[in-house]
Structure formats: C-alpha cells, structure tokens
C-alpha cells in the first residue's frame, strides 16, 4: 500500500493541474454555459487588474459632467417629443440613479462592477447574456425601483425554479426575459408561448451537452492572437451559415410560431455557396493584448482563406514618413498599397465569377459587383498611379488658423509620398510647385531648401529625395526630422494608419463652437433663398445650438485631458485582414 502512496499522489496532482489549467482562463465559469457551436461570444471571464480598474475609475470620474450632460438632455427630449408615461418614469428613474454623474457610485448602488465578468454568446441564433453581479440584492431592488418608476410591473414567471421578469416588446410576440440566478444577472430573448424546456435551456439552467468550456475555443484563440481574457470573442460565419440553413430547432420553432412565419429552407446552390463564403472569410474575432492602467491595446481579425490572405498581403507596400513623426503629432494619417498588383487581383477573382456566376439568387447582386471591378481595373489612371504612386503619409505637428475655413491657417508637419520612381512625381510637381525645379533635388536623401512664400507659408520649408520616397516639411521642427521621413519600415506594412493626439478634441470643439456661431449671422438674402425644409432645418440647429455649444466645450475639455494618443491601423496579415487601435491615457 505505501508503495502505491506516491503514485495515487502523483495522480491527484496530475488531475489537479489538468484541472487548474483548463479552468484558469474562466474563474467565473461562464463558458460552462455557452454551447460548443455558438456562432457568437464575447467574454470576460477573469477580473481586471486592480491597476486598471483604478484608471477606469479615473477615467469614469473625469466622465462624469458627459453623463450628466447626457441624461438631462435625455429627459429634455423626453419632455419635448414623448407622450409615454412610462419611458418618463424610466427615464426619471435612471436620472435620480446616475443622474449626478458619478457612474462609479451608481454602480455601487445598483450592485454592478464598473468591468463585471460577462459574456454575451448566441444559443443558437437566441442572444444571451450573462453578467457575475457585485451585488445580486442590490440590483434586484435596482430593477423593482425602475419597475415602479415605469408604473407597470412586468409579469414574473417560473423557469427551472427561478423567478424572472417578462418585458413585453410593444406588439411583438417576443419578450425580454430579465432573471438573478445566484450571483448572475441573465437576458435573454424568448417568444411568448415558450416552453420551459426552452426557457431552462436558454437560462443555463440545462447545461449543453458540450460548452465552449469543454472545447476550449477561446483558450485556443487567445493563444493564437495573443489575447487577453477580457472582453474577447468570434463571430464564427461557418456556424452562423450552418445553424441558418439547418432545420429548426426547437427554441427556433416557438420563434418561428409567434411570428407567424417558417424557416426558409435553402436550395442546393444557395446552401453550397453560402457555405463557400464562410469558408472564405470564416471568422471575425476581437480581443485586448495589452491593458494596463495607461495603454490599451485592441486586435480586430477577419480570417480569411489561405489563398486570400496570402493575395492581400501581397498588396502591402512600404510606407515611408512614420519614422519622422513627432511623440506629440497632433494627427497622422496613411495610405499605402500596392496599386500595380491590385488589377491581377481583382481580375482573377473577377475572373473566377465570370466562368462560375453566382447561382443563388440572394448572391446574384456579386456577380455584376465582379463585373464592374473587372472594368475599373481597365482604368487608364489606374495604371498612371501604380507606377508613381504606392503610398501617402501626413503628418501634422500643430494647425493653428481659422476655424471657420477663412483664411490660410498655419500648418507644420511633414508629408511622404512612397513611390518607384520619385524623380517623376517631382517633374510632375513642378508644374504646381516651380521652386523644386531649381532646389537641385537628387536622390540622394539631402534636404533641399523650399520657398513657399508665395502661397503664404512663412515658416522654413524643406524637401528631400531618395529612391524609393519623396518628402516635404514645413516647420522648424518638422524640417529637422525630414531625413527620417525617407526611411521605410519592412516589417510594419500598414494598408492605413490613424494617430490623432487629445488636443485634437479642442481643436473639433472650436470648429464646432464657430460653426455654431456662424448660425447666428446668416446673411438675410441666404435665408430668403433656402426653402422651407432648410428654414425649418436651420431653425431646428438654432434651437439647439446652446446645447451643441455646451457639448463641444465639454468634449473638448474633458476628452483632452482624459486621452493622451489613440492609433489605428489596418493591414493584411497570414490571417486575414487585421485592425489594430491603441489608446494611451493622461
């Protein structure tokens, strides 16, 4: 017996560590309640660091005087344009819960973290939700006070033993279905006359026979996106199409029932071609990889089938310019793209539709769509452009001028053209731009002074050149960063790029605050001229030019100091197409 000891240990260590490891990433045990073939799921299964929730505090309590400002407009709206005693009352209710903007104490209040452990998933084509409640107590009374505010109490039902709420949807035969079980709040929608084996199922109150717990999908995504457990998930489009066109089930039968209408049942071609679409771009997926308390890191995937991701990075081209932006640009944008390989794309999917049409008739609007794509590829600027022109890059440093478009405004920063042949984009230039005839540019990545006096620019302005990339900066700073304009980053390819710093906010709050001000001093003889949906429309933006006045302030204000730099880029990738956003907080 003492000799088995060590082996029987051995064993319940093994099982123990399987155990742990299968259920590290899902505390909660929220998948245990998400079927295997779900088509859709977002999921936080595990609580944010402490060091983040407390930026998110921050960040909600800078917030504050937006929520505020919000729901008062909201009640304002309600008083002017609603007739419904009971949206009032809800309204009011939420008001008298949020209505002093501090959303932290209000989710106290109501017993729900500011970044509750969730998910969100079809059962099927029925949306689910399930949130893990701070408090299950507090927001059951939270629920019974908004109940009473709307002055109409919702019918309860009994499902697998559990109390829930019946929200009726006007006419329709689908209700919302509101329950707490132990320390989760669950919604659902469900029709009328469902029956309880439906209901119990749709509640996790029958588990399915085999979860997302079980296959360990999203464990398997977030090792393959490198992301985090918070707030990640798929809408999988091979399972979307498979569940669509498969026969009812019975949860769908009693949707089916109270809308008085059947299941379409799909024909052979229309089934085989729905199905080759989904294999084509399979899934579209979302999680963080980064979140810390000051960066935030988001990656958006859309698979795609081998052969299509390989064909679209193909189209990737070098994008000169980032390397020379300055940490604190006020707003950076790009474009880059292979335009001299974009026709033999197209054209061979183009192609491909002509010899084997669309037969469905749901998907017969793609093959004219091909067609016509086959035609634009025949463009002769088309061509021009691929060989001059593969990628655009603008920096801007600082913009300070008119807000109202009058007038040339001071602009500093540098832009980058990409091309295979810069020394004809210049030739082309000089007739628009004489001065780069005598600068005595060259290829060889020395700074050339520009006078742009004439056009009103009199800050120092330079240009330079080299093989592959062609740059200007305007601006004493800018001018000093121009030679890291022409270097081009292999690695990084970006289709488009996005940064924009805080300090843009202001900028669009003084825009919007002029604009609004101009409303005031419309010349007579312009009015005169409008019609009466114009008259009637300027006065409808005259009425609520002081509550668009006090949001722009706000917005500029507040946004300014929350945000320091948010980035956005698109590119493909061996996976597909790929979003990636970054945002840094003050």
């Known amino acids: 017996m003492r000799k088995l000891v060590p082996a029987i240990v051995v064993v319940i260590l093994a099982i123990g560590a399987f155990w742990f490891f299968s259920h590290r990433g899902d505390r909660s045990g929220l998948l245990a309640y998400v079927p295997a073939d779900t088509p859709w799921v ?74 509750p452990q969730m998910v969100l998933f079809g059962h099927g084509l029925v949306p689910v939700l399930r949130v893990v409640l701070a408090d299950a107590e507090r927001f059951d009374a939270f629920l019974d006070r908004l109940e009473a505010a709307s002055g109409e109490l919702p019918p309860r039902i009994m499902v697998g033993g559990h109390q829930v709420r019946r929200v009726t949807l006007g006419e329709l035969p689908v209700d919302v279905l509101v329950g707490i079980l132990d320390d989760q709040l669950v919604a659902t929608l469900a029709p009328r006359e469902a029956g309880p084996e439906a209901l119990e199922s749709l509640f996790g109150i029958r588990a399915p026979e085999r979860s997302l717990a079980d296959t360990g999908d999203l464990r398997r995504l977030h090792r393959t996106y490198s992301y985090q457990p918070h707030y990640s998930g798929f809408l999988d489009l091979r399972q979307l199409a498979a569940q669509i066109m498969a026969p009812a089930t019975p949860i769908e039968e009693g949707f089916l029932a109270a809308l008085e209408v059947e299941k379409p049942e799909p024909s052979p071609a229309c089934r085989a071609e729905f199905e080759a679409l989904a294999e084509a771009w399979p899934r579209l997926t979302m999680g963080y990889t980064r979140l810390d308390a000051k960066v935030q890191e988001v990656r958006f995937v859309a698979e795609a089938r081998k052969d299509i991701a390989e064909a679209l990075v193909e189209l990737r081209a070098p994008m000169p310019g980032p390397a020379a932006r300055a940490e604190d640009s006020l707003l950076d944008i790009g474009l880059a793209l292979r ?209 668009l006045e006090r949001e722009a302030v706000m917005m500029g204000e507040v946004y300014s100091r929350m945000f320091q730099r948010l980035q956005i880029e698109v590119t493909a990738s061996e996976h597909g197409l790929e979003m990636k956003q970054r945002m840094q907080l003050r």
């Open 339 to 547: 335009l001299d390989k974009l026709p033999a794309l197209v054209n061979r999917y183009a192609d491909a539709v002509r010899a084997q049409p669309w037969q469905c008739e749901s998907l017969q609007g793609l093959n004219e769509a091909f067609a016509q794509s086959h035609q634009q590829m025949s463009n002769p600027g088309l061509f021009m452009a691929a060989g001059l022109l593969q990628s655009l890059y603008l920096s801007v440093d600082e913009y300070a001028g008119s807000t109202t478009g009058d007038g040339m405004p001071d602009v500093s920063g540098i832009l980058a053209i990409g091309s295979e042949n810069p020394a004809s984009l210049v030739a082309m230039g000089q007739a628009f731009l004489p001065q780069l005839a005598s600068s005595g540019l060259a290829t060889d990545r020395q700074p050339r002074a520009l006078s742009l006096g004439a056009y009103g620019v009199d800050m120092p302005a330079e240009v330079a050149m080299s093989e592959t990339a062609l740059a200007v900066a305007v601006g004493e700073a800018a001018v000093q960063r121009l030679p890291s304009a022409l270097v081009v980053g292999e690695a990084e390819q970006p289709m488009f790029h996005l940064a924009m710093d805080g300090r843009l906010y202001e900028h669009f709050a003084q825009v919007m605050q002029a604009q609004l001000a101009q409303l005031a001093d419309i010349d007579p003889e312009v009015l005169a001229g409008m019609d009466e949906d114009g008259r009637r429309e300027l006065e409808a933006l005259r009425a609520e030019s002081e509550r």
């Open 42 to 115: 977002v999921a936080n299964t595990q609580p944010l660091p402490e060091q983040v929730l407390q930026a998110w505090r921050d960040m909600f309590h800078g917030l504050a005087p937006v929520y505020q400002s919000m729901l008062q407009d909201a009640r304002d709206a309600l008083d002017a344009d609603v007739d419904d005693p009971r949206l009032v009352g809800l309204v009011d209710a939420l008001h008298a819960e949020f209505g002093d903007g501090d959303v932290l104490a209000g989710y106290e209040r109501i017993g729900l973290d500011i970044a």
